[in-house]
């Protein structure tokens, strides 16, 4: 009998229908399509604008589509952990809402934070449940609500972020396949360089938090991108050695969609082709945690059982990460 591993064993992803074009942003701020596209790569975003909804119901759109597909009935998950930072509420946790609105009696749920590496951190955390054998059904999801915490009139900002949600299914697996290893890194100095400053217990909201427009994303692009591809790079690099891959060993890197340059900085480092990297942040935009699921759904038929795929990403904390996952179906 081998080793059990937690082995993703579907996936689905669910992003709004409202788009917000980069000639829509020309209209809210002094940019241009061409510097967007040129810059970052992206075209368009979604926005959840359906009244009332928030992070849960698009969390809960991907899990019923997950379990739809999966023939899992909700019942049967054991543990549901959303990875994002734009909750419904600060308290209670968005999981335990989404465990209510797709109907899993039977689980629990928590929150996990680490920004754009929020996905990476929980998909590790719920594989090592499975792997323990402590539970069969895991639902790891990756959600964003970014519109909700995006100044419009902040072009730094606006012109990258986006909505949507995306979300696997982890079971035990015995062949070999599933989650082998990952290489988790944060260094809490970053902080000063992406954030959302009010509305924690730091600084609580009020009138003069509001007035100073400290509810919204802020980041020192530039810094972060340097951050990002070192933070990427490196997580890969280690990633691949200890697990003696070398380049051709490795079928797809699924990088987190932060800015197109990053990408292909990374892969240029890691000495990628292009045809093996995972893109679509020319519709999405960066979703935050729900970059990775996203891009996993995107790519599903491509991947074949046995590739080795690297899930990689950079976010506010700062974290990072790289994660190795031998696809089982
Ligand atoms: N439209 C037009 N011009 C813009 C602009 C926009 N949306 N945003 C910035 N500019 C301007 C700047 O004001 C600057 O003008 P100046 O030279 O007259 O001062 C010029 O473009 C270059 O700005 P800079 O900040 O150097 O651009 P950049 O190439 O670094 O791109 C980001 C900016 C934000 C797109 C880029 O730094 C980035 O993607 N960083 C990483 C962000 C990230 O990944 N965040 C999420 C965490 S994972």
Request: aromatic share 8%.
């Amino acid at each position: 009998m081998g080793k059990t591993h937690a082995a993703v064993t579907g996936v689905f992803g669910w992003v709004p229908e409202d788009k917000l074009t980069n000639f829509d942003l020309e209209k809210l701020v002094d940019t241009n399509d061409e510097w967007i596209r040129s810059r970052t790569g992206i075209e368009e975003r979604r926005i959840l604008r359906t009244p009332g909804w928030a992070t849960s119901d698009m969390c809960a759109e991907a899990v019923k589509g997950l379990l739809e597909k999966t023939g899992t009935k909700p019942g049967e998950i054991d543990l549901l952990i959303v990875a994002t930072v734009t909750g419904d509420m600060v308290f209670p946790d968005t999981a335990n809402t989404v465990c209510d609105k797709v109907g899993a009696k039977n689980a629990f749920g928590f929150d996990l934070g680490a920004a754009c590496s929020g996905f990476l951190f929980a998909l590790s955390t719920g594989a090592q449940f499975v792997q323990a054998g402590t539970y069969k059904k895991v639902v790891v999801v990756g959600a964003d609500m970014m519109s909700s915490i995006i100044d419009y009139t902040d072009r730094n900002t606006c012109v990258i972020f986006g909505d949507g949600a995306g979300a696997v299914l982890l079971e035990p697996c015995k062949d070999g396949n599933g989650v082998v290893d990952f290489v988790l890194r944060g260094d809490g100095a970053g902080r000063e360089l992406l954030h959302m400053k009010a509305g924690g217990s730091l600084h609580p909201a009020s009138n003069e938090t509001v007035a100073r427009r400290e509810h919204y994303a802020w980041q020192d692009g530039k810094r972060v991108f340097v951050q990002a591809v070192k933070g990427m790079t490196g997580a890969c690099d280690e990633l691949m050695r200890r697990n003696h891959l070398t380049k051709e060993d490795v079928a797809w890197v699924v990088p987190h969609q932060a800015n197109m340059r990053i990408i292909t900085s990374v892969a240029e480092h890691l000495g990628f082709p292009m045809e093996k990297i995972t893109v679509n942040i020319q519709k999405y935009g960066n979703t935050t945690a729900g970059t990775l699921p996203l891009c996993l759904w995107e790519y599903e038929n491509q991947f074949k059982k046995g590739d080795n795929i690297i899930l990689t990403a950079f976010g506010g904390g700062f974290t990072w990460g790289a994660l190795l996952l031998k696809w089982a179906y």
